[in-house]
């Protein structure tokens, strides 16, 4: 069982950009690309893609990026499972603020 699941990442997405005037456009429109790498939402299924896409957005300091690409890790979807890089990126989301990181560190320990 997934301890993360993206399906939901298009509600978070609207929700975090509409919360917020300093999340970027270009950011965004990665997040969106991930998401249907991700989920095979017009275009064939591809955690590797979606990974390289997240990591982009998360390496430009985006939180919501950070956590997912955490998720990743933790899945081991698109890379071999990694609980240290998982734990790496998912407490840079949560020390910016993000909830939904904050919560999963406290379910991880």
């Given at each position: 069982m997934?301890?993360?699941?993206i399906?939901?990442m298009g509600?978070?997405l609207?929700?975090?950009?509409a919360?917020s005037?300093?999340v970027?456009?270009?950011?965004i ?11 095979g939402?017009?275009?064939?299924q591809?955690?590797?893609?979606a990974l390289?896409?997240?990591r982009k957005?998360a390496?430009q300091?985006?939180?919501?990026a950070q ?5 990743m ?6 890379v ?8 790496k990126?998912?407490r ?6 993000l ?6 560190l406290?379910?991880?320990?």
């Amino acid at each position: 069982m997934k301890l993360l699941s993206i399906r939901m990442m298009g509600l978070l997405l609207v929700s975090s950009a509409a919360g917020s005037q300093d999340v970027r456009a270009d950011v965004i429109a990665d997040l969106r690309t991930c998401v249907k790498y991700y989920n095979g939402d017009g275009v064939p299924q591809d955690y590797v893609a979606a990974l390289g896409w997240f990591r982009k957005a998360a390496d430009q300091g985006d939180a919501l990026a950070q956590h997912w690409t955490g998720g990743m890790y933790l899945n081991g979807d698109g890379v071999t499972q990694n609980y240290t890089e998982a734990m790496k990126w998912i407490r840079k989301a949560a020390d910016q603020g993000l909830q939904e990181a904050k919560g999963l560190l406290l379910r991880l320990k």
